[in-house]
């Protein structure tokens, strides 16, 4: 299974990959967003460490349960050959209707057909009012005209 653009990276291509990734994310289907991850992908995420598509899958549903409106935005940091760092800010709200954004960090590390083998995440959550929020599309992909983080000043 191929998933382009393929590694060795240039800025247009890692480019591609985030804005693939933050629209995968954006659309919360674990099962889909996994076929993203080699099966025996490595993760760190905030204190989780795990391995595989199967505890991505299940990571991603209990993700997505408590973060609720869940709005992404990944920017593009570095890259090098098969390697991309990104930074990100996403929004989301509890179940009692507390709204937070993340900002966090990514490593991400591809096999050569475009699959991410390695993903380390860093991330800290704000808690905001919803008059501070700054992400308001409607769920799923983040139109084109919509700012980056660079344009909202994150």
């Known amino acids: 299974m191929s998933r382009p653009p393929l590694p060795p990276f240039n800025v247009e291509t ?11 994310w954006n659309g919360r289907d674990p099962e889909k967003v996994s076929l993203a991850y080699t099966p025996d992908s490595r993760w760190r995420n905030r204190a ?7 505890n991505i899958v299940e990571f991603l ?4 349960a408590k973060e609720l409106e869940y709005r992404l935005i990944k ?8 390697r991309i760092a990104v930074r990100f800010a996403y929004e989301y709200r509890d179940d009692s209707g507390n709204w937070f954004r993340a900002y966090g960090n990514e490593n991400w590390e591809f096999d050569e057909d475009g699959l991410m083998r390695h993903r380390v995440a860093s991330i800290n959550d704000k808690p905001i009012s919803a008059e501070d929020r700054l992400f308001h ?3 799923g992909r983040r139109p084109d005209d919509h700012p980056g983080l660079s344009d909202l000043g994150l």
């Open 14 to 24: 890692a480019k591609q990959k985030v804005r693939m990734a933050e629209d995968g």
């Open 48 to 54: 989780e460490i795990f391995e595989g598509r199967e």
């Open 61 to 64: 549903t209990r993700k997505w």
């Open 75 to 82: 920017e593009l940091w570095a890259f090098h050959e098969n």
């Open 137 to 139: 599309w409607p769920l």
